[in-house]
């Protein structure tokens, strides 16, 4: 069956759209790239961002996963100039992406290098170098089934993934061996997406019930620690089931449990 | 015109960062929240947490000035030194003559 004509893309915003659907993008006037206009704004509204879920073509963009099609605006000042397209699909399998930041567990230890399973294909390469502050005398102490948080570095389809436990300047910010105690669990990637977002209902209600701590991964897994290991499950068992859940009986459920 | 593939949902939502603690668990998370937070959203502001001194800044400032003369006294030479100690003794009047006799040779009287 031959590919039909593709739809605008700002037409399919906030719709399902299927893999093999062809967007077409407004042709943009000034496509000469010899001629540089010296204008505020010429040169940054050119630039799109195409995100996970589609890949450039010719006519325009073509989706590859299934899923709503969103888009954020142009501007914000320190994010790409220019509009940016992606397709918020629904999957448990992870796929390692540089940059992520995600948790990861360690299962061998090979000299100098640690092996951890992240959840992806392969297992991921963590230099025992890459703690903030880890010299070749002052070696991190990691053991075997330890939680580590920390980001890709090296994330491709043709090599095995490298993580690091320091950002750019060297500082830790946060991630390193996650401490004791607590409780490792596993969820599909759109939730922690849904959690992570800048004003989550869910993530805010909970706080309001409990004091926890809460590390999440772009892996699908969460580890969540709080004073009594009831407090935790709870907490466990509704991060699980909010997925599925309403707003109300979200709220129901948390009024129970915020009289004990 | 550019496009630009990215895979990483980072950059496409504004996603906050993966540690967070709550009413009080863990206050270095916390620390870490606001700052991370606070990041993504505008440009990064340093904050100057003014650490609480041991000692105040005008015990501090006494000191130095104590100090100062007080290492600068041993790169004098001697002769220098000498010409400290006679301003150190301004008041007495005494010592000052049978300094300079001493300086001066005398001679032997007939």
Redo the contacts between chains.
């Keep these: 069956m031959a590919a039909g004509r593709g739809t605008a893309a700002e037409a399919c915003v906030g719709q399902v759209v299927l893999p093999g659907d062809v967007l077409l993008l407004p042709a943009r006037p000034d496509e000469d790239g010899e001629r540089l206009r010296l204008g505020a704004g010429a040169a940054p509204r050119g630039r799109l961002l195409c995100g996970p879920g589609l890949r450039r073509c010719a006519a325009g963009l073509l989706v590859t996963k299934c899923g709503l099609l969103r888009h954020r605006q142009a501007g914000g000042g320190a994010t790409a100039a220019g509009g940016a397209y992606w397709v918020d699909s629904q999957q448990k399998r992870y796929v390692p992406v540089k940059g992520d930041h995600v948790i990861g567990i360690v299962t061998a230890k090979a000299g100098d290098v640690f092996k951890l399973d992240v959840g992806g294909s392969e297992q991921a390469s963590l230099s025992y170098l890459a703690f903030e502050g880890a010299t070749k005398r002052n070696r991190p102490n990691v053991q075997v089934g330890d939680l580590i948080y920390g980001q890709f570095l090296v994330a491709n389809k043709d090599m095995e993934p490298e993580m690091v436990c320091i950002d750019s300047s060297g500082r830790s910010s946060g991630m390193g061996i996650i401490g004791e105690d607590g409780f490792l669990f596993k969820v599909s990637l759109g939730l922690i997406r849904k959690l992570l977002a800048p004003k989550c209902e869910i993530i805010q209600e909970l706080s309001q019930l409990y004091p926890f701590e809460l590390v999440l991964g772009m892996n699908g897994r969460i580890w969540v620690k709080a004073k009594t290991v009831q407090q935790t499950l709870i907490i466990v068992n509704i991060l699980e089931a909010c997925e599925y859940m309403t707003a109300e009986q979200r709220k129901q459920a948390l009024a129970k449990f915020s009289g004990n | 015109?550019?496009?630009?593939?990215?895979?990483?949902?980072?950059?496409?939502?504004?996603?906050?960062?993966?540690?967070?603690?709550?009413?009080?668990?863990?206050p270095e998370?916390e620390k870490?929240m606001i700052q991370?937070n606070s990041r993504c959203k505008?440009?990064e502001i340093e904050v100057d947490d003014k650490m609480e001194a041991d000692v105040s800044d005008e015990e501090m400032a006494r000191r130095y000035e104590t100090l100062v003369g007080t290492i600068g006294k041993k790169f004098l030479r001697k002769r220098d030194q000498r010409v400290l100690q006679d301003e150190d003794e301004d008041g007495n009047s005494n010592r000052r003559p049978s300094k300079k006799a001493k300086k001066k040779f005398l001679k032997p009287q007939d």
Excluded at chain 2, 6 to 25: I, Q, V
Aim: proline share 0%; hydrophobic share 40%; glycine share 6%.
């Design positions: 015109s550019f496009i630009i593939e990215e895979r990483s949902f980072m950059s496409c939502e504004d996603l906050l960062y993966g540690r967070m603690s709550f009413k009080g668990f863990n998370i870490l991370m505008e440009e």
